[in-house]
């Protein structure tokens, strides 16, 4: 029978009943159990997108924010430099090309553009210290680099 000792009752004076205690521990079990959900480590990505835009309110053409300038070099040890697709071989031409597209961007109210120097591992820092100062003549004040290609 539940709930009643076996033996003396000097053995045990008071006489405790814990059915009760064990159908609650047993009743939080399995609430617990059927109450607790496994977290998906693959196969979901939890991202936070703006759900008004999409690829359809994309432009067509990309918007260029930088003035570049790649620096290449060439198997007959000399330098390229390239301003867009266009080969810039002397200083006064790159200085004016930069000019114009700096003062383009001011133009359009945005004057904090900067120069950006893409230039190869095998460039010498003489030519990409040139092409600093001749940004700086033009006028620009930001200047940065562009994480080139890793070797091979």
């Known amino acids: 029978m539940a709930g009643s000792s076996m033996g003396d009752d ?14 609650i521990i047993f009743c939080l079990c ?14 979901k990505f939890d991202t936070w997108l703006p759900k008004n835009k999409g690829f359809e309110g994309m432009p067509l053409k990309a918007v260029i924010q930088e003035i570049r300038v790649a620096l ?7 330098v390229t430099r390239k301003f867009g697709t266009r080969i810039v071989p002397e200083d006064d031409v790159l200085q004016k090309l930069i000019s114009d597209s700096f003062a383009d961007f001011k133009r359009l109210n945005n004057p904090d ?6 230039a190869d591992v095998r460039v010498p820092w003489e030519a990409i210290v040139n ?22």
């Open 10 to 23: 000097a053995d045990n004076p008071i006489a405790i009943n814990v059915t009760p205690l064990v159908d």
């Open 30 to 43: 399995v609430f617990f159990m059927i109450s607790f959900k496994f977290k998906q480590l693959e196969g």
């Open 72 to 78: 290449f070099w060439n198997e007959n040890s000399t």
């Open 113 to 118: 553009v900067g120069l950006t120097i893409d």
């Open 131 to 152: 092409v600093m100062n001749t940004g700086k003549k033009a006028g620009l004040n930001k200047v940065e680099f562009a994480a080139g290609a890793p070797t091979k």
